[in-house]
């Protein structure tokens, strides 16, 4: 059914969703690997052309599929195994070999218990299923166990290019009850009773954004998309452009409708090219099959969009310089008043939301805005995706409802700090945000308690740090990303930038002057206070948080020229250990400065005069020969 | 590059001003930078200021003036990447290629440059060589990588 045809009533929905089914679970043993950027990077297309090679052999009828990330990035590879009847299994950091030894299996009708990772449910129709003995089901994982997945539910399950997949597991029913029954205020009114905030950083309300932007004058108006995730450490966006976008096409089709604009933008960044071609692939489906352009659905709604890459440039994810981009400006954003939703786009009403925000569109309209209320806390609904990354042990990309304690999340679901070491620190918001410590883990995850903190829940990147990292290195490094990144525009973030990475690097380079951290304060006050933009007034926050938090460590770099974490190359020091070092040589090569040198099966010595501090003997080492201190 | 091939760019995305980033990321694309003749021609084409396209392509990081080499090695500097120790495998990287981050090597054969998130932060330090990512780099692991392309 790829013919370009219209979707125009209910029957046309039905007979795709019958072929959606078909396909999600057809009458034959079907395997699926997860094919995003992080499978790909760790070796997912050698696992794909290893079961092609395997299950296209004469005896078998089963079926190879792509999927995407179902979120359990530390054991990509993951493949997911349907056979009728039974239950699903999903393995876990596949490789060739493990490829070829599972396909053998499948074929032979055994199943592989050895390489599970855990069984799940049917998809779209969850039923109880069975279990297979030795094997955990998903949700008795402490990775999912707590999780309630709404924007990430089809991620891992479906073939994001497949609109029929797609339309079996709900898609388009939304956008075509909207259209046959509600008006546009009764749309943006149920958003509103959602208490759907941005998923972005700010956290606004996105009904009374949608609200200015109904009421606003102007025409035509315009619906953007924003997915320039810039956040290091989050990829939260990413995987819902590569895993379901249609969810975006539709959520925003939706939103079109509700505010009475024509013309979108999906604006993704540059470095997510898997994620721009799923987006072609899919717009060009729902452009063929009359879910975008003109007269959506026989309903009269015309709404199109154009895909634009980002040109690189963090500062674009602030609504008004990526305005300006698409303007085929420089990305400095502008003084507010007026907002987008008033003048945005070549002046006109312009709403523009994150990846995210679309994605729980769709699920709002069609399960209620109670059920979306009935998650989270008091100022903050709904489930919000979190990638978990840094030093803990399950990283991966989570979705939680507002309201959990970090302590949850670091400990049950992110099982904790590897190799035994010492939790430190969670950074959450990126640039903007702020380090929380030990002491504060009991915090419920929303928008306010971690305003509150210190820090902000910002697009949802949360870096886990433990014993091994230096603090005042973090504050250092933000700082660093920043000034390349701050537009120059406004004094106050350029200079203050500049001014407040100086004292940063001085400190951690062992000359800090009593009076830096006070400095330091005062450059974050001035900042907060009169930057013109978002950038600008929490660009303070990972030092003033660290400083509030961490203030021993910024002492200790001061006062004693030393870096407790052992980080901070100018303060550290390495050498060999006489007990340990057997002469083995390992070292030796690896040395960029040949610094090391020694005879054979003797202890070696390290010319201090050439050390770098490089770290590289340190890495190869297998005997914990090198000290560093 | 010719004033047809400059005319079919800019009608390919639009036509308009909001056109002019794309463009400059199709040249970018086609000739591994931006030569001065082509945005001449764009300027010409579009009758905006030269100047308006050299700050165009001065701000926004995915353009360079200079031609940069037939392999593009990015580096994540994402915190997660930091965190994990991303900043020792530039630094390897630099030592193997002898040049610094922003920097293309004698042979034209590599360009090293950072790139702060390529949203692989679980399986971190990441490095993109070209259209592929290489993930769970170490700095001692940094030669495999780079003899796959040599």
């Known amino acids: 059914m790829s013919a370009p045809s219209p979707i125009t009533s209910a029957k046309d929905l039905e007979r795709w969703k019958e072929e959606g089914l078909r396909s999600l679970a057809p009458n034959t043993a079907k395997v699926s690997v997860g094919m995003a950027t992080c499978g790909l990077a760790t070796g997912a297309q050698a696992v794909f052309d290893v079961l092609t090679e395997e299950l296209s052999k004469a005896s078998s009828q089963a079926i190879l599929a792509k999927t995407s990330c179902i979120g359990f990035c530390q054991m990509e590879p993951i493949v997911e195994v349907y056979r009728p009847g039974e239950p699903r299994v999903l393995y876990k950091e596949m490789t060739a070999e493990k490829a070829r030894e599972l396909a053998a299996d499948i074929l032979g009708g055994k199943v592989n218990k050895k390489e599970a990772l855990c069984t799940l449910d049917g998809f779209p129709e969850a039923k109880a299923g069975k279990t297979i003995s030795g094997i955990p089901r998903m949700e008795d994982l402490p990775f999912y166990q707590k999780q309630k997945k709404i924007v990430l539910n089809r991620c891992g399950r479906i073939f994001p290019d497949s609109l029929a997949e797609y339309i079996a597991s709900g898609g388009y029913f939304t956008l075509w009850q909207v259209l046959n029954n509600r008006s546009p205020d009764q749309i943006i009114a149920e958003i509103d009773l959602s208490g759907l905030r941005g998923r972005g950083g700010a956290g606004f309300p996105t009904g009374r954004k949608w609200r200015f932007a109904r009421d606003a004058q102007g025409d035509p108006k315009y619906i953007i998309c924003n997915a320039d995730e810039g956040d290091p450490g989050a990829y ?41 071609e799923k987006l072609e692939t899919a717009v060009a489906q729902a452009r063929s099959h009359g879910l975008l352009g003109k007269n959506i659905m026989g309903k009269g709604l015309s709404f199109d969009l154009r895909l634009i890459r ?85 990283t991966g990309l989570i979705e939680v409802p507002m309201g959990l304690k970090l302590r949850d999340i670091i400990y049950d679901i992110g099982g904790g700090i590897p190799d035994d070491k010492k939790f430190k620190a969670i950074q959450t918001g990126g640039p903007s945000g ?129 870096c407790p974490a052992k980080v901070c190359r100018e303060l550290i020091r390495y050498s060999i250990s006489a007990k340990n070092c057997n002469g083995c040589g390992a070292c030796v090569k690896p040395c960029p400065q040949e610094a090391i040198s020694g005879a054979k099966k003797k202890v070696h010595t390290l010319d201090q005069s050439l050390c770098i501090k490089c770290g590289m003997c340190y890495e190869v080492c297998k005997f914990d020969a090198i000290e560093r201190e | 590059m010719k004033v047809i091939e400059i005319d079919q760019l800019v009608q390919k995305h639009g036509g308009d001003d909001s056109a002019l980033i794309a463009v400059l990321q199709d040249i970018q694309r086609r000739e591994g930078y931006l030569p001065r003749e082509a945005l001449t021609l764009l300027s010409e084409k579009m009758a905006v200021p030269l100047s308006r396209l050299y700050g165009l392509a001065t701000f926004y990081r995915s353009f360079s003036l200079t031609p940069t080499g037939r392999h593009r090695v990015r580096v994540c500097l994402g915190t997660a990447c930091h965190v994990r120790g991303g900043q020792a495998v530039l630094d390897q990287l630099g030592r193997e290629l002898g040049v610094a981050a922003g920097g293309t090597t004698a042979d034209q054969e590599f360009t090293l440059e950072t790139v702060r998130c390529l949203g692989c932060c679980s399986i971190g330090p990441v490095v993109q060589v070209d259209q592929e990512t290489f993930g769970r780099i170490r700095q001692d692991k940094v030669d495999k990588v780079l003899r796959k392309f040599q």
Request: charged residues 25%; negative net charge.
């Open chain 1, 434 to 562: 702020g380090c929380i410590p030990e002491k504060l883990l009991d915090l419920p995850v929303d928008y306010e308690s971690l305003t509150q903190a210190g820090a902000i829940m910002g697009s949802g990147g949360m870096i886990v740090m433990d014993e091994d990292t230096c603090m005042v290195d973090v504050a250092r490094y933000f700082l660093d990303f920043l000034k390349e990144e701050s537009c120059g525009k406004c004094s106050p973030c350029r200079e203050g930038i500049d001014r407040a990475l100086e004292i940063l690097e001085r400190i951690c380079q062992g000359k800090g002057r009593t009076g830096d951290i006070e400095t330091l304060e005062s450059i974050g006050k001035m900042m907060k206070g009169f930057s013109l933009c978002a950038l600008g007034t929490t660009a303070p926050n990972p030092v003033l948080s660290t400083i509030r938090y961490f203030r021993d460590e910024y002492e200790a770099h001061i006062r004693d020229h030393k």
């Open chain 1, 236 to 276: 939260m966006d990413r995987s819902v452009l590569e895993g379901d976008p249609f969810a975006i096409l539709e959520g925003m089709a939706i939103g079109a409708y509700a505010i009475g604009a024509s013309q979108g933008f999906i604006y993704v960044r540059d470095e997510y090219p898997l994620a721009i």
């Open chain 1, 310 to 394: 980002g040109g690189g440039a963090f500062v674009c994810g602030e609504e008004t310089a990526l305005i300006a981009s698409l303007e085929g400006r420089p990305g400095e954003p502008r003084q507010r008043p007026p907002f987008p939703a008033e003048k945005g786009l070549w002046g006109k009403p312009t709403v523009i939301n994150n990846v995210e925000t679309w994605a729980n569109v769709p699920w709002i309209l069609s399960q209620g805005a109670d059920s979306f209320r009935k998650l989270g806390t008091q100022t903050s609904k709904g489930s919000k995706v979190f990638s978990i990354v840094g030093k803990i042990n399950n």
